[in-house]
């Protein structure tokens, strides 16, 4: 497992770290699943737009295939 270092003024600490606490989980848990969730909303958001972009009057379906394919590029 990797580590990665950032720095955080004293308030955003505080801010994360209370909210950390108030769901009961561990600061790297809760970074850890708002950075993954970020990624997978911005994935889904470009599979959108390609589909509209691709698309004349209706929305084509997105294989599986082509989603796991879009994901490859971040795992």
Request: net charge negative; aromatic share 8%.
């Amino acid at each position: 497992m990797a580590v990665i270092s950032f720095y955080l003024d004293e308030q955003d600490e505080k801010m994360i770290k209370n909210y950390a606490k108030s769901k009961n989980i561990s600061v790297s848990a809760f970074l850890r699943s708002t950075a993954v969730e970020k990624i997978e909303d911005e994935l889904d958001d470009q599979l959108y737009e390609r589909a509209l972009c691709n698309s004349d009057d209706h929305c084509p379906d997105i294989s599986l295939d082509q989603v796991r394919k879009a994901l490859e590029s971040y795992c």
